[in-house]
């Protein structure tokens, strides 16, 4: 898979390693990047950091060789044949063999949220897979083979490549199919959960945007995502909390307020609560690992 690239940059550096990709901060500034996974990783000894990216949204298609990828702080094997579908703001990295082959596809997110798929949260895709790496293709073949009206080909590649990864990734979150009005209603609450959990974390906030009583919406929580409402939104912002307490500097007053929590020693209790140690323990052990 010895192809050119075609390089994006979006200049927005945060205190978590924040990259437009993976070790740039300089460079021409594009809506589209592809890249095999060879040409950024050999330069890293096959390794990328855990980062995230403030703006991108990126798709990474496993061919040959595999791949342990963190998302989050969750390790996941890859073999051949699999994809990682990374939005915007996911601490994310990769180790990878020396015999891996494939491609990375980086997008602008807020081009994928116009076509308002839905993609709130990482994702290894299997089912559909291959699907997904035919549409990616037909993409790169128009970017690096430019016909008549060049412009409007890509686009209409690329909401083809969107559509086909929202469908494997709705095959691998719900096998079933089912989109009944209770499964819509707890994706509601969770694209919600994700804009909102920095300013609130009342359970009647949430359910009067979706519709819907706070008793109704903790039903509808406990049944298909298995926490009531308010664990959702506390283990989302937990999760904030601790992607910033690993890959920041920030002080954790600092931290607690941009959370929501105005009192230092309320959000400590907290986060002993989510995490199992307070913040200061908590970081001091995750570095020193």
């Excluded at 205190?15 to 890249?35: M, N």
């Excluded at 307020?257 to 995750?286: C, H, N, V, W």
Aim: glycine share 6%; hydrophobic share 45%; charged share 25%.
């Amino acid at each position: 898979m010895d192809r050119p690239c075609n390089r994006l940059h979006y200049p927005n550096m945060e205190l978590i390693p924040t990259y437009a990709l993976y070790g740039e901060q300089e460079s021409k500034q594009d809506w589209l990047h592809w890249e095999t996974i060879p040409a950024r990783s050999q330069g890293h000894d096959f390794r990328i950091a855990p980062h995230r990216h403030d703006h991108l949204f990126q798709v990474l298609s496993l061919t040959a060789g595999t791949a342990r990828v963190v998302l989050d702080g969750a390790a996941i094997r890859l073999v051949a044949g699999e994809i990682v579908v990374v939005p915007a703001l996911v601490v994310h990295g990769y180790v990878f063999s020396p015999d891996v082959d494939g491609l990375v596809l980086t997008l602008f997110e807020r081009d994928v949220r116009a076509l308002d798929l839905g993609f709130e949260h990482a994702a290894i895709l299997r089912t559909g897979a291959f699907a997904v790496m035919q549409a990616m293709e037909r993409l790169i073949d128009e970017a690096d083979n430019p016909g008549e009206r060049h412009e409007l080909a890509m686009r209409a590649h690329l909401t083809l490549l969107l559509l086909t990864l929202h469908r494997a990734h709705s095959q691998a979150v719900a096998g079933d199919g089912r989109t009944d009005r209770t499964r819509l209603h707890a994706a509601a609450f969770r694209q919600l959960v994700e804009r909102r959990f920095r300013q609130t974390r009342r359970i009647a906030d949430y359910a009067g945007e979706i519709g819907v009583s706070p008793a109704h919406l903790n039903r509808i929580s406990r049944q298909v995502l298995g926490a009531s409402a308010l664990a959702v939104i506390e283990r989302r912002i937990a999760l904030e909390a601790r992607r910033q307490l690993l890959f920041s500097t920030l002080p954790i007053k600092q931290i607690g307020a941009e959370l929501g929590y105005d009192d230092p020693a309320y959000f400590t209790r907290f986060i002993t609560r989510m995490l199992g140690l307070s913040p200061a323990a908590f970081r001091q052990k995750m570095r020193r690992a």
